[in-house]
T-cell receptor
Framework: DGGITQSPKYLFRKEGQNVTLSCEQN?????MYWYRQDPGQGLRLIYY???????QKGDIAEGYSVSREKKESFPLTVTSAQKNPTAFYLC??????FGQGETQYFGPGTRLLVL | AQSVAQPEDQVNVAEGNPLTVKCTYS??????LFWYVQYPNRGLQFLLK??????LVKGSYGFEAEFNKSQTSFHLKKPSALVSDSALYFC??????????FGTGTQLKVEL
């Protein structure tokens, strides 16, 4: 988990509420990612960013939004349009985000629960 | 599409015995393959990866993985299991859009 911090560890969302998950890295990596983990389904990519002020949708972007204003930070907002947000959210980073053999390093995760 | 499969949801092994966690892959071209481990309520930790070269890849915490092209497999191994190795293990392969495509995970339980 070293070098990537996520907060909070647990987050509770009320009906119709937007919530934001924080991800910060001090690894000087260009690329950052958000994955969602559900039991028995592995991890699925929500959004990724290879450079500041640019990001791309992953496989399950609907109901989520991101920003990349600083190299170190890649916050994820879970909007009210995401009807099934309960999951474990993992942020990751890699050096450049272009090479197929590039290792992604993960943060400790945020567990989002719906009240 | 690039994909990996982990055929076993759970593997049980006695402490001190060798362990194997299985992974098979389906990729076009030369494969890049990864293993990660996840402890309860924690993020994923990188164990090792295969890019090219030796078929036996050594990684963290005494783990190694054997790449077998003819069987399209990349099994994770350790000669002597520890109780502390009990965790969820994921095999992964790079997919489109800079993502890693993960298997569904194998729960390893090492018992005394």
């Amino acid at each position: 988990d070293g070098g990537i911090t996520q907060s909070p560890k647990y987050l509770f969302r009320k009906e119709g509420q937007n919530v934001t998950l924080s991800c910060e890295q001090n690894l000087n990596h260009d690329a950052m990612y958000w994955y969602r983990q559900d039991p028995g389904q592995g991890l699925r990519l929500i959004y990724y960013s290879q450079i500041v002020n640019d990001f791309q949708k992953g496989d399950i972007a609907e109901g989520y939004s991101v920003s990349r204003e600083k190299k170190e930070s890649f916050p994820l907002t879970v909007t009210s349009a995401q009807k099934n947000p309960t999951a474990f959210y993992l942020c990751a980073s890699s050096i450049q985000g272009f090479g197929q053999g590039e290792t992604q390093y993960f943060g400790p995760g945020t567990r989002l629960l719906v009240l | 599409a690039q994909s990996v499969a982990q055929p076993e949801d759970q593997v049980n092994v006695a402490e001190g015995n060798p362990l194997t966690v299985k992974c098979t892959y389906s990729v076009s071209g030369n494969p890049y393959l990864f293993w990660y481990v996840q402890y309860p309520n924690r993020g994923l930790q990188f164990l090792l990866k295969y890019i090219t070269g030796d078929n036996l890849v050594k990684g963290s915490y005494g783990f190694e993985a054997e790449f077998n092209k003819s069987q399209t497999s990349f099994h994770l191994k350790k000669p002597s299991a520890l109780v502390s190795d009990s965790a969820l293990y994921f095999c992964a392969v790079p997919g489109g859009g800079n993502k890693l495509t993960f298997g569904t995970g194998t729960q390893l339980k090492v018992e005394l």
